[in-house]
């Protein structure tokens, strides 16, 4: 009878410390372990390689958790050790459970890569590198490839033409080979059969159409004039009559701070410049929006040949059937440029 009394007694502890175990272990796993103060939620980045002794370290840096040993004590018995790279959005108050749980799926929050005003492959490297993991030196080597170019059928004065000025959503660790061919399914996806037959009527390939496009997208800012200017430069391009474009003249200069294209800028022998050189130059001169891009498919078809900024500086253009008309239109602005002391 003594035994059992023992026994029962030594049970009841044990059950009891059990208890305690197992409602401590609950608290663990399901209880909040994130404290953010006011915060709603913090960015937790695991750079690509990372260990499950590197999640560690990056939790006990950016002091997300409160009980870092509860975690890992969590992580053991979720048999969590696998850690994935990434950009991931931790809530305030969040539990170790789900906490492991996004971590271990690789539930990332995506980030926006936006690239705009870009005139250069090693410009937009600089830009898209801006809110992903990919350094914009590795981005620049990628995209100077040759190899790269001819993989998507570009070379190396066309390929940022494979690059549509937009917004994107992507995963923060993505890699560069992924980056690449997303962009190339953007680009196709934008292609399409209707956007590819209007091209072919237009006599110009997706390239040069993105070319065109670059060079509209700099001569006006007015939505409204934009396919009018695409006429006027498909029309010189009919007739054999040379661009005669600033902006390629810029371009080949190198020096975009230029306000007023002058003689001495013309004699540069680049094959940008399109007042030395017949057709389009050997590719887009900056980067183009899709909006740009309908802009030149759907050309505003005229008579026009010539057009020249208005003197009254609104961004508008005056346009002309003949050349004395066109000289008469640019005085008026050359006047005006002299009036507000713009030599250069």
């Known amino acids: 009878m003594k035994i059992l009394k023992i026994a029962l007694s030594l049970l009841i502890v044990s059950l009891i410390i059990g208890g305690i175990w197992g409602y401590k272990t609950y608290q663990e796993i399901y209880d909040s372990n994130v404290d953010l103060g006011r915060t709603e939620y913090r960015i937790l980045l695991i750079p690509t390689g990372s260990d499950f002794n590197d999640l560690i370290q990056i939790l006990n840096k950016d002091n997300l958790l409160e009980d870092v040993e509860a975690f890992q004590k ?132 997706q390239s040069e159409v993105a070319t065109l496009a670059s060079i509209v997208q700099l001569e006006s800012l007015k939505k409204d004039e934009q396919a009018k200017i695409a006429g006027v430069y498909i029309n010189r391009l009919k007739k054999g009559i040379p661009l005669q474009a600033d902006p390629t003249v810029i371009y080949a200069v190198g020096d975009f701070s230029i306000k007023r294209v002058l003689t001495k800028h013309l004699q540069n022998n680049s094959p940008y410049n399109t007042y030395k050189h017949k057709g389009l130059p050997p590719g887009p001169i900056y980067l183009t929006s899709p909006e740009i891009l309908d802009a030149v498919l759907n050309y505003k078809k005229h008579h026009y040949f010539y057009f020249c900024a208005k003197e009254d500086f609104s961004g508008y253009h005056r346009f002309a059937r003949t050349y004395r008309e066109h000289i008469n239109n640019a005085k008026r602005y050359q006047r005006a440029l002299n009036r507000r002391k713009i030599y250069k």
Do not use: C
């Not at 459970?97 to 971590?103: C, E, P, R, T, V």
């Not at 809110?131 to 001819?150: C, P, Q, R, T």
């Open 74 to 205: 969590v992580a053991k018995l979720k048999s969590f050790s696998n850690v994935k790279s990434g950009r991931y959005k931790v809530l305030n108050r969040m539990s170790n459970n789900a906490l492991i749980d996004m971590l271990r799926i690789g539930d990332q929050e995506p980030v926006n890569i936006v690239f705009h005003h870009v005139r250069t492959l090693p410009q937009l490297a600089g830009k898209i590198s801006q809110n992903i993991e990919i350094d914009s030196l590795s981005l620049v080597k990628a995209l100077l490839s040759d190899k790269i170019h001819k993989k998507y059928g570009f070379n190396s004065a066309n390929f940022i033409s494979m690059f549509i000025a937009n917004t994107y959503r992507v995963f923060w660790d993505i890699r560069i080979e992924e980056l690449i061919q997303r962009m190339a399914n953007e680009y196709k996806t934008f292609w399409n059969k209707k956007r590819k037959a209007k091209a072919r009527e237009i006599g110009l390939s």
